[in-house]
């Protein structure tokens, strides 16, 4: 009866704080997840015994939670492909995730005699930028991350995530006009998307998406089990992220990815929470100031190389703000940004972009996590 209770209580409480996300207060700053982090540190100090039956509970719904997350989110991939015809863009896009990736790398590099898990925040945050939150998350899970570093790391880009968003919707878009050439429409633009919307029948599409997408983990995770590699959890990400792409190709998933994308941000949310739980935080501010260091060198870091790649390969500001965007934040914040820069050419593309990178963010960030234990100083 208390495993149904505490169960809930953490399915709950962030199907709360998503129904009720924008009554909140400073809910425009801090995002859902922040929040789901937060509750989850209140509830750990809570309950300050570790080993007890809300803490194991809480330890099967993180795991459940993110396996079935990920292939969610990834589940609208077959989308990107539209994104071959917006050359200029996917180049800026792939700009950025490099200079994400080189920046990160740098940085954790630069700190590892500073912190002794310097090789998972460099791979996590490479994560974060390229694709987004998700991608962090599901990164420091397969490295089996500490669920303090975690948190830290969230709340170290809700600050600094937050001072570019405030400077991307005034100051950067005027600045850059000086240093990158103006935006010019090349294509014929005939089509707006946005975060999809769930249609009414998003009850019966959650159970079948949750149902089929549980039978083909169990038999990837009993295989790896039989070839002894259930322990692996980052050759366990790998597959994840991989078939989950191939899947999103699928007529019936495809036609689906709108409940999927949805229903995958509630069990992030999830996540967040479940983690957060099994944390101890008395000292969770130790060692903050310095990952708040990493995480803005890592970050205004990766925009800076961004940027003079754009300026050699003469990207136009638009172009380069939108993908930063994508990069950066992800798809939701790409509407926020087209509209400040008053261009809708690039809205669709620039979601597309951000799509991408959920794709393709856990891939490079665990290769920037086996380059930095593979070549320390």
């Known amino acids: 009866m208390l495993f149904l209770l505490f169960s809930v209580l953490i399915f709950g409480i962030p199907l709360i704080i998503q129904k009720f996300k924008h009554k909140i207060p400073f809910s425009s700053f801090f995002s859902p997840i922040v929040l789901c982090y937060a509750a989850g540190i209140l509830l750990s100090i809570i309950n300050k015994e570790r080993v007890n039956l809300f803490f194991n509970v809480s330890i099967y719904i993180s795991q459940f939670s993110i396996l079935v997350a990920i292939p969610l989110l990834l589940y609208g991939s077959s989308s990107i492909k539209r994104l071959s015809g917006y050359k200029r863009l996917g180049l800026s896009f792939f700009f950025a995730s490099v200079s994400s990736a080189i920046s990160c790398f740098t940085v954790a590099w630069w700190f590892q005699s500073d912190h002794t898990s310097f090789a998972q925040i460099g791979a996590m945050l490479t994560g974060l930028y390229i694709g987004g939150t998700p991608n962090m998350q599901a990164i420091g899970y397969a490295l089996k991350g500490d669920p303090k570093l975690t948190v830290q790391l969230t709340a170290a880009d809700a600050l600094i995530g937050g001072s570019y968003l405030v400077l991307l919707t005034s ?61 692996n959890t980052a050759i366990i990400l790998f597959f994840i992220t991989g078939i989950s792409i191939i899947l999103s190709f699928l007529k019936f998933i495809d036609k689906r990815s709108a409940s999927s994308f949805k229903l995958g941000e509630y069990l992030l949310l999830v996540f967040a929470l479940s983690l957060s739980i099994q944390g101890k935080w008395s000292d969770i501010t130790r060692g903050s100031n310095l990952l708040f260091i990493i995480t803005a060198a890592s970050m205004y870091g990766s925009i800076g190389i961004h940027l003079i790649l754009s300026k050699l390969f003469r990207i136009d500001r638009d172009t380069f703000l939108i993908s930063s965007t994508a990069a950066i934040y992800g798809p939701p914040f790409v509407t926020q940004i087209a509209s400040v820069i008053k261009n809708k050419y690039l809205l669709m593309p620039g979601i597309l972009a951000g799509l991408l990178g959920y794709a393709i963010g856990n891939y490079v960030g665990l290769a920037v996590y086996y380059l930095l234990i593979t070549y320390p100083s």
């Open 171 to 231: 100051i950067v878009p005027v600045l850059t006009s000086y240093v990158l050439p103006r935006f010019k429409e090349t294509f014929a633009y005939d089509e707006q998307i946005s975060i999809p919307t769930p249609t009414k029948m998003e009850r019966w599409d959650y159970l079948i998406l949750v149902f089929f997408t549980l039978g083909w983990l169990s038999v990837l995770l009993g295989l790896l089990y039989t070839f002894k590699q259930i322990d």
